[in-house]
Nanobody
């Protein structure tokens, strides 16, 4: 019902920046980003509602900024001051009242 397409992943040096983008096929109330490193559970990074309310994981607070364009059904994640521990596959997430959807994921690698 809802398709999510992520873009913007890649390789960046520690301290660098990267911007992820996710395009949804339709509008959804809440959108966000999760990440999963090898051998670890998928964890919440940041979420944002259609009204602009945001929530961040403590590990990224102050470094990452989530935003969305409701007219275009897109959500972005600006990642600054990247650390090696930010390395993971980042997944776009969209959820409504009863259903949630996941993108295929985009790799973010932070390394010297």
């Amino acid at each position: 019902q809802v398709q999510l397409v992520e873009s913007g992943g890649g390789l960046v040096q520690p301290g660098g920046s990267l911007r992820l983008s996710c395009a949804a096929s339709t509008s959804i109330f809440s959108m966000g980003w999760y990440r999963q490193a090898p051998g670890k559970q998928r964890e919440l990074v940041a979420t944002i509602t259609s009204g602009g309310s945001t929530n961040y994981a403590d590990s990224v607070k102050g470094r990452f900024t989530i935003s969305r364009d409701n007219a275009k059904n897109t959500v972005s994640l600006q990642m600054n001051s990247l650390k090696a521990e930010d390395t993971a596959v980042y997944y776009c997430n969209a959820r409504g009242t009863f259903l949630q959807y996941w993108g295929q994921g985009t790799q973010v690698t932070v390394s010297s």
